[in-house]
DNA sequence: CCCTGATTCGC
DNA sequence: GCGAATCAGG
């Protein structure tokens, strides 16, 4: 049967822990898998918990973009009160995030379908690489992905998915390697 | 150029 | 309700 991937009440309580806990619409869409960032925004919004990040009032990003279809000259009204109004929220001081799995399963580093990436040493290795890692790391021919990984996550975009695949997917759902 | 979220609107 | 396209900004 085919598993419809949609907004269902796991992936809806993933995106909402994810995105409370800071991270980037992008970021959870790469987790979530099948939805792209603007999938992420948009069920944000949908939700009623977009507005993370709020610039203070007078903050030259606050000026608010509305007419970007409609040439519509609407004056502004309840955006920008809204933006007037005071913070009753407390900005939760940065959490390093939880982070997620660090190393994948052993059992998959074996099965891993080498076949993008050039493969670097650990001395290659920065920080925007994918840190999959590649043979025995026991062995001076260990080696890691070193594609480009997604900024914040220490895999690539293919990496990441077969990373995070989310428990409730994981089961049937092998579209591992065939996304856009 | 990389990224971020915000918004609109056709579906 | 959904999300691509688009916008605005860092």
């Known amino acids: 049967m085919e598993v419809s991937l949609s907004w269902t009440d796991e992936r809806v309580d993933l995106l909402r822990r994810l995105w409370e806990d800071g991270q980037s619409a992008s970021k959870i869409a790469a987790q979530l898998g099948g939805v792209t960032r603007n999938a992420v925004i948009g069920k ?16 030259p990003a606050t000026t608010r973009k509305r007419s970007m279809r409609e040439s519509e000259p609407e004056a502004a009204s309840v955006t920008e009160i809204a933006a007037e109004a005071p913070e009753p929220i407390a900005i939760t001081s940065h959490r390093p995030a ?67 695949q989310p428990a409730a997917e994981r089961k049937r759902d092998r579209r591992v390697a065939g996304l856009r």
Do not use: N
Request: glycine letters at 8%; proline letters at 13%.
């Open 44 to 59: 944000v919004h949908r939700l009623g918990l977009a507005g993370r990040v709020k610039p203070v009032a007078g903050t």
């Open 98 to 164: 939880p982070d997620f799995p660090p190393v994948p399963p052993a059992a998959i580093v074996d099965a891993v379908p080498l076949a993008v990436s050039q493969r670097v040493t650990i001395m290659d290795l920065r920080e925007s690489m994918c840190r999959w890692p590649m043979g025995d790391p026991t062995t001076p021919e260990f080696r890691f992905c070193g594609g480009r990984s997604i900024t914040g996550l220490p895999y690539c975009t293919h990496h990441a998915q077969i990373a995070y």
